[in-house]
């Protein structure tokens, strides 16, 4: 404490007044007054530090958002553990071995009884060097998979996310892969469609892309991949499609390659004729690529010309009717989505088929007796180009037990029996009765469509009833018949009966109809158009069997199957189930199959009548004569026969006059003769079966002449004349069948090889085709004049005197084979 004295305030009190501050000696107590206002301020501070006010607490609504601290540390969380994933999955996947590629195993296929078919052979690779490739090969090929290549990481997510939305939208499958990532799926890995597949395909094509160069990333793959025709590697392919190395392709044939990488089934334009514009299409959009990288001039592109392949070779194991059989099967598991194309190449399958060799065994024997035979290529150039197809199912199994596909699938690789660039000619009409009555379906006039219904079969008559403008179509030779039934102008195949028909029921309807019968609904020229009824699609000779199998069992249709039963390393493969619907009323069906009868008692299918067993059938021929079709059935057996003409050197379609020595090829001549051979011989031993019809109502009410007109009335017996002669169960040729020949004229033209001219409303008409050598015809003389196959019913020889039936188009031919084809107004 100071000496000096306090100073005394108010009051007495002392003041406080502030001094200069004094060393205090250590050890003496501050005043307490001093202490406690030092005490008083530090507490005041500390205080007020205290009270800092706290951040207010989230309400309502943004309680339910993270604060962007939380984003925050969940992004870097989020970012280290993929860093640490990625980090894991690049130590822990290593880059594994080949895979078992090079040590492939063969599918086995085998008939039904267990016996082998063929073996499909050994991988059919030769690896090449990048240089040898040329620069233009390998800019298709980037061009086609991978045009961001060589600027590209391994990897690239952009295209992979793309590729999954596109395939979660609906706009196509697509893999999203760099050409790394598909080198690393061949070479290393599988084509399984797997997670684990994927994350290992991730990684390998990283490490892969650190270790080993493009160029040699894109030989491997270019080695590797699968081009079709059993060719892996871009020389083998090579050598498949145009007999040539790879160093010798040019820049167009190099792009076609390119877009085999794609789809090699699809887009093999020799094996699938019909699918030539969706490769065109893919083909144009390589070069256009090429043009875009600036790996192809703006001129060259526009010199450039589709290069169309080589018809492809088949192995030498594959000979015989044992390719087809194997590229049937391929056929039918891929497009059923079975096995992929690519799964199934590389082998270790064993598949069981549903064809029966000693049936298999009588089709080569019929075809081989009934038409090859007859080919000699030395006298007659045109036999070169003498093809055949044909196919038979069980209809109450919808098994295909028998198939011809051609002479020898390495010398002829196309399937005749499979390929559908051929038209099926009058073939078609009876889908067109069937359709008519399915729908209750009745003429212009209001009758009802029937066996009996008499429709007019002037030559070039106009539709009636068709609002698409004028449709006329000529009937064969330009006969006209007059009032005609429905009958009997199936038997004479006439063209306008059928085309009035047609839009008496509706295009549309018809159309529907074939669909529903078995026929593909992506069959080309399958157009809702009265010429629907002539047949200018081209379904395939196992479609056309698979449709007429479901007539023979009353209208029940199951899609055909060719495979028994599949296994790979002792476990089965899941076959799809049968899947059998009425597809048309038995009404329908059975009605249908009585008029076919007619066909071959008494039209244009005489020949049918060899098989020694009841049967209805149908003859056709495409326009001009390129194809004449024989489609029939028994109760138990549907077999359709095709004879074709097509160029061995060009591909194209050729017409048949003149082939195997005769003047034309028509539907009831060679191709019914193999039908009634074969089956025969594929129903021996079986009862003798008849058809267990149960028709519409109305149909069994036969038509009888009016004696004073000579035109035709309905009253309750007798059957029909067409100017005297009886037809309904008459020869074709202008004789009764078991009855009185008329004279030898024909009754309005026949297309089984009749003498043509006939009679229109009763009046007699002369013959044009040459003279009978051997009593009247229905075919009485041959394709060529003279008599050829034995007497017919009522004493004239089948075979066929060129002239033939209606037309299946304007001025053309039908079953008969005269000049001209398809008329579509």
């Known amino acids: 404490m100071s000496d000096e004295p306090q100073q005394q305030g108010p009051a007495g009190h002392q003041s406080w007044a502030p001094r200069e501050p004094q060393d205090t000696p250590a050890g003496t107590p501050k005043d307490p007054a001093e202490g406690t206002a030092e005490g008083t301020a530090e507490a005041a501070a500390d205080g007020k530090k205290a009270k800092k006010p706290k951040r207010p607490k989230r309400k309502g609504w943004r309680r339910i958002f993270p604060t962007w601290r939380m984003v925050l540390g969940g992004f870097i969380l989020l970012i280290l553990l993929c860093a640490g994933a990625f980090m894991a999955g690049y130590m822990l996947v290593d880059i594994p071995p080949a895979n078992a590629a090079a040590t492939k195993q063969s599918n086995v296929y085998l008939y039904a009884d267990g016996t082998e078919i063929a073996r499909d052979g050994k991988v059919n690779r030769e690896n090449v060097p990048l240089k040898q490739v040329p620069l233009t090969v390998q800019h298709a090929v980037l061009a086609a998979e991978d045009r961001d290549f060589y600027s590209e990481s391994a990897v690239d997510p952009k295209a992979m996310i793309r590729a999954a939305w596109n395939t979660v939208t609906g706009k196509g499958k697509q893999s999203g892969s760099t050409i790394t990532q598909q080198y690393v799926k061949n070479y290393y890995l599988g084509q399984e469609q797997t997670v684990t597949r994927k994350v290992k395909e991730f990684f390998i094509s990283i490490k892969l892309d650190r270790e080993v160069s493009k160029d040699d990333i894109l030989a491997g793959y270019l080695n590797t991949s699968y081009f079709g025709r059993n060719a892996y590697g871009v020389q083998a392919a090579a050598q498949a499609y145009y007999g040539e190395d790879v160093e010798d392709l040019s820049t167009a044939q190099g792009a076609y390659l390119a877009t085999l990488l794609n789809s090699p089934n699809a887009y093999d334009v020799a094996t699938h004729p019909e699918n030539k514009q969706r490769a065109a299409g893919r083909w144009n959009y390589v070069l256009d690529g090429m043009v875009k990288e600036g790996w192809l001039s703006k001129s060259e592109r526009a010199k450039t010309k589709f290069p169309m392949p080589d018809e492809a070779k088949g192995q030498a194991g594959l000979s015989g009717q044992r390719g ?29 088929t549903t064809l029966q060799k000693d049936r298999q065994d009588a089709f080569k024997k019929a075809v081989d007796e009934q038409v090859m035979s007859k080919v000699d290529k030395d006298a007659r150039k045109v036999d070169r180009n003498v093809r055949a197809g044909g196919a038979s199912i069980d209809p109450a199994t919808g098994k295909v037990v028998a198939m011809y596909g051609g002479i020898d699938y390495t010398k002829q690789y196309v399937n005749n029996a499979t390929r559908r660039d051929y038209q099926v000619g009058s073939t078609f009409k009876p889908f067109v009765f069937t ?8 003429t212009q006039d209001g009758r009802t469509i029937t066996p009996n219904t008499v429709y007019d079969g002037t030559n070039t008559r106009p539709v009636q009833g068709w609002s698409g ?25 006439v063209n306008s009966v059928y085309a009035q028909m047609a839009v008496d029921v509706g295009s549309d309807k018809v159309k529907d109809t074939a669909i529903a019968l078995g026929v593909p609904s992506t069959t080309p020229d399958l157009t809702a158009s009265p010429s629907i009824a002539l047949g200018p699609s081209t379904a395939s000779v196992l479609d056309m069997t698979e449709a007429y199998a479901t007539l023979a069992n009353h209208g029940k249709h199951g899609t055909y199957t060719i495979v028994e039963k599949i296994t790979k390393n002792g476990e089965e493969v899941e076959l799809p189930g049968k899947d059998t619907k009425q597809a048309v009323s038995r009404e329908a069906a059975d009605t249908t199959t009585s008029i076919l009868q007619s066909v071959v008692q008494g039209g244009t299918g005489t020949a049918a009548q060899g098989a020694g067993r009841p049967a209805a059938g149908k003859t056709g021929t495409a326009e001009n004569d390129t194809a004449a079709w024989f489609a029939g059935y028994t109760p138990d057996l549907a077999t359709v026969v095709a004879v074709m003409g097509q160029d061995p050197d060009t591909g194209a379609h050729t017409p048949l006059y003149g082939a195997l020595g005769e003047t034309r090829i028509n539907g009831g001549a060679y191709p ?36 004073t007109t000579g035109g035709t009335q309905e009253p309750e017996t007798g059957g029909t004349t067409d100017g005297g002669a009886t037809t309904g169960d008459q020869d074709t040729g202008g004789a009764a069948t078991g009855g009185q020949d008329t004279g030898g004229a024909t009754t309005g033209g026949q297309d089984n090889g009749g003498q043509t001219g006939g009679q229109t409303g ?35 020889a089948q075979g066929g005197q060129t002239g033939g039936g209606a037309d299946d188009g304007g001025g053309g031919v039908d079953d008969g084979g005269a000049l001209g084809g398809l008329t579509d107004g």
């Open 324 to 352: 087809y059989v194997v590229k049937a099967v391929e056929d039918y598991l891929t497009t059923n989505k079975i096995i992929d194309e690519e799964t199934l190449a590389k082998g270790g399958y064993r598949i069981t």
């Open 469 to 493: 403008g004028t449709y006329a179509p000529e009937n064969e030779d330009q006969v006209s018949y007059g009032d005609i039934t429905v009958r009997e102008a199936t038997d004479k195949s």
């Open 435 to 442: 359709s008519a009555v399915e729908n209750g379906s009745v």
């Open 762 to 796: 009763g009046q007699t008409g002369g013959q044009t085709g040459g003279q009978d050598t051997g009593g009247t015809t229905d075919g009485g003389a041959t394709d060529g004049g003279a008599t050829n196959g034995g007497p017919t019913n009522g004493g004239a």
């Open 672 to 707: 019914a003769r193999v039908w009634a051979q074969f089956t025969k011989a594929a129903l021996e031993g079986k009862p003798v079966k008849d058809f267990d019809l149960e028709l519409e109502q109305g149909a069994d009410v036969p038509v009888v002449p009016d004696p």
